[in-house]
Every structure is written in C-alpha cells, then in structure tokens.
C-alpha cells in the first residue's frame, strides 16, 4: 500500500543536540511538507517543497533545516538553535501543489 | 494575514445525534477548503475537500461540509455519529495567491456519549 512513513515514532534530544526526523512516502507525490503540532494551535508549517532539490520555509522555520534530493524523501533536521523543540511533528506530501495532503502518523519528539 | 477560526474547542455529542463542526477564514479570493480528521498519536485523514463547484461536497464515513462564501464559511456534519467518531477535527485553507500553502484551525475535539 502506498503512503508516508515517518521514524521514528518517539525521539528525545538532548540539550545542544541536532536530531533527524525521517519523512519517505511511496506515492509518487511531488510536494512534500513539514508540520509542527502542539496542543490547541493546530499545524504550523515548517517547511515545504513542491519539487526534488528546492524548498521553502513555512510560518516558523527557524531552528529546522530539510532536504530533498530524492522525490521520496524530506528529512527534518531539529537544530540546537530551536529553543522549544517538544511538539508532535507531522510529515504530509501532495500529487502536486495545491491537490489534497496525505498524512503520516507523526514523530513525538521531546527534551530529555 | 490568513486565518482560519474554529469557534468550539470541545463538542460532546450523543451517539445517534447530529453533529455540526464550524470553520470559519479570512482570505480575499477563493479558497481551497479541507476537513480532516486526527485519532490520538495519529496523522491526519482527509475526511473531505472544496475546490470549486457544488457548495455541499460528501466526504468519507457519512461527513457532509457547506461552502458558503458570504459567511466565509465550511462547516462540517454529520446526520447521525457513532462512537468512532470520537476524535479532533481540523479545518484548513488553502489559496492559490499564498502558494497554496495550508492554514490550520486549532482544532475541535469531540467527545461521543453512550
């Protein structure tokens, strides 16, 4: 079946440390996108990409980089400059701009 | 700035009862309009869409959603709900103008009584 893999499901970071979250799907979608969760605020945009090797960042991209050199894959790196980094992140990709976003399960991410 | 209000953070429903979600958003052209829904510890499931045409769009497990573009608004129904149906609801906007980037509502999350 097709779909959005995000690993891992739990993660903890110590403090002054980057950490990676993995973001692959199988659908054959060219947008991909990153989302921030915390309760009662919604999703929050990150940062997407609509093609392979460009992306831009969403409403709060400071302290996150990403990547996209393969159509399948969008990791989120969490950098020590993200002062708050405990939220729930959600990975989505769409067939193309504009067109419905799938959802991963998500990667709980929080400070040990 | 774009924004997209959900008025009720919490609805208790009972099971059989209907159900109304409210989605109201402020953008100056023609949004593309989405309702999804969230399980604890899950992704999102799109539950439905609003692009263009037919202002009463069906979507997935019975939900039902009105566009109406004098009230800026995309409710979502539901005639009769079931205990699954327990979950937090999110409406979210998209414009063509903004890259068709997605703006979020903080969320509804409703509780389904015996």
């Known amino acids: 079946d097709g779909g959005i893999t995000q690993s891992p499901k739990y993660l903890f970071r110590k403090e002054g440390q980057n950490v990676t979250l993995s973001c692959e799907q199988n659908l054959n979608h060219d947008a991909m996108y990153w989302y921030r969760q915390d309760p009662g605020q919604g999703l929050r945009l990150i940062y997407y990409s609509q093609i392979v090797n460009d992306f831009q960042k969403g409403d709060i991209a400071e302290g996150y980089s990403v990547s996209r050199e393969k159509k399948e894959s969008f990791p989120l790196t969490v950098t020590s400059a993200q002062k708050n980094p405990t939220a729930f992140y959600l990975c989505a990709s769409s067939r193309t701009k504009g067109q419905p976003q799938h959802f991963g399960d998500g990667t709980r991410l929080s400070i040990l | 700035a774009q924004s997209v209000t959900q008025p009720d953070i919490h609805i208790t429903v009972s099971e059989g009862a209907s159900l109304e979600l409210r989605c109201n958003y402020s953008?100056?052209?023609?949004?593309?309009l989405f309702w999804y829904v969230q399980s604890p510890g899950q992704g999102l499931q799109l539950l439905l869409k609003y692009f263009s045409g037919d202002t009463l769009v069906q979507g997935i497990k019975g939900f039902e959603a009105e566009f109406k573009r004098s009230q800026s608004s995309f409710n979502l129904r539901k005639p009769s709900v079931h205990w699954s149906d327990a979950a937090e609801y999110f409406c979210a906007v998209g414009e063509r103008s903004n890259d068709y980037k997605l703006s979020f509502g903080a969320g509804t999350t409703v509780t389904v009584r015996a």
């Open positions: 953008y100056g052209a023609t949004p593309y």
